[in-house]
């Protein structure tokens, strides 16, 4: 099966998971991820930031899968920043009620590098 979507730690300290959903990417793939990146999470014990790009995707979830989501997120997940639009916004703004553990302490930016730099000046976080 293809994956439509990459995980990875984007930095050495491993203190931010980069999540990117490409196009074609279904809710199973969103599912899959949030699994994936809690896993990464509870390898360390340290909070942990996640930025997430969802310029191509992914496509939207049921307020059951959120749901679903929301009991994987890790006790050690810091900052969430979406890298999206103002659809984004909405999303973030809707998960308060139906996943509030999957949004909190959640920001849209316009920009992966936007995103890195928010994390360097408010977290301290560190970028080769």
């Known amino acids: 099966m293809?994956?439509?979507?990459?995980?990875?730690w984007d930095n050495?300290?491993?203190?931010?998971v980069l999540q990117t959903y490409l196009t074609g990417a279904t809710s199973a793939d969103v599912y899959e991820m949030a699994h994936k990146s809690?896993?990464?999470?509870?390898?360390?014990?340290?909070?942990?930031?996640?930025?997430?790009?969802?310029?191509?995707g992914p496509p939207a979830v049921t307020a059951h899968?959120?749901?679903?989501i929301?009991?994987?997120?890790?006790?050690?997940?810091g900052k969430l920043l979406v890298v999206g639009s103002l659809y984004d916004q909405m999303l973030i703004k809707s998960g308060d009620k139906i996943a509030p553990r999957t949004v909190q302490n959640s920001q849209v930016v316009k920009t992966v590098d936007d995103a890195r730099q928010f994390l360097i000046e408010h977290y301290g976080v560190v970028y080769p």
């Open 2 to 8: 293809v994956e439509n979507y990459r995980i990875e």
């Open 12 to 16: 050495a300290e491993k203190t931010v």
């Open 38 to 56: 809690a896993d990464m999470l509870k390898t360390v014990d340290h909070n942990v930031h996640l930025i997430v790009v969802r310029s191509s």
């Open 65 to 68: 899968e959120l749901s679903q």
């Open 70 to 77: 929301n009991k994987l997120v890790p006790n050690n997940q």
